[in-house]
Each structure stands twice: as structure tokens, then as C-alpha cells.
Nanobody, 118 residues
Framework: QVQLVESGGGLVQAGGSLRLSCAAS????????VGWFRQAPGKEREFVAA????????VYADSVKGRFTISSDNGKNTVYLQMNSLKPEDTAVYYC???????????WGQGTQVTVSL
């Protein structure tokens, strides 16, 4: 089982930037995917971005494409989400999740709050 811990959330003005971190511990797999999801109050959880741990292939939701960048540091067992040009609608609790390629995400972090003010 992999344990995931997010950090880096906070309050930022619109147009600003934040970098979220997702630190993994425990057993990890060569073919492993780490994704970022977010959930705003009263809304369903939505996919933000994901990266294949070893190859670095990344995918993004249309709503964040061009503004957010997901990356991995295998030496630190950490995945990052660099968020630029933040908008108030990016306000949410952000979660990282992991799972083996071809399987559902089965490890989730506790979440970190991101608040973007006008």
C-alpha cells in the first residue's frame, strides 16, 4: 500500500501561482500513475491532471491545460502540481491519488485546500 501526503495549498490572489506536492511512501511500482483531483464545495470531485511515474507522460483536464503542470521527481518520490494563472474557480480541496497502470486509483491523500481570491 502506498501512502500519499499532499502539501503546498494556501490562499493566493487571482493570477498568482502555487505548487502542490504529493509525497509517496511505502511500496511504489514502476508502472504507477499519480493523479491530482479537486473538489469544490457543493460540486463533485473532478480530475485535474495525471502523470505516469516512470515515463513522465502527463494528461490534463481542459480547464487547466496551459496553466497547470504536473511533474515527478522519482528520487524524492514526489509528484508536483505547478499551478499558474490561478482563477477563483480553481478554489477547491486538491487531492493526489495513485494506482497501478490499468487499475483504479487505490491510494488517496488527505487533501490540501487551495483558495484563490479576486
Amino acid at each position: 500500500q502506498v501512502q500519499l501526503v499532499e502539501s503546498g495549498g494556501g490562499l493566493v490572489q487571482a493570477g498568482g501561482s502555487l505548487r502542490l506536492s504529493c509525497a509517496a511512501s511505502g511500496r511504489t511500482f514502476r508502472s504507477y500513475i499519480v493523479g491530482w483531483f479537486r473538489q469544490a464545495p457543493g460540486k463533485e470531485r473532478e480530475f485535474v491532471a495525471a502523470i505516469r511515474w516512470s515515463e513522465g507522460n502527463a494528461v490534463y483536464a481542459d480547464s487547466v491545460k496551459g496553466r497547470f503542470t504536473i511533474s515527478s521527481d522519482n528520487g524524492k518520490n514526489t509528484v508536483y502540481l505547478q499551478m499558474n494563472s490561478l482563477k477563483p474557480e480553481d478554489t477547491a480541496v486538491y487531492y493526489c491519488a495513485g494506482g497501478a497502470v490499468g487499475n483504479a486509483y487505490d491510494s488517496w491523500g488527505q487533501g490540501t485546500q487551495v483558495t484563490v481570491s479576486l
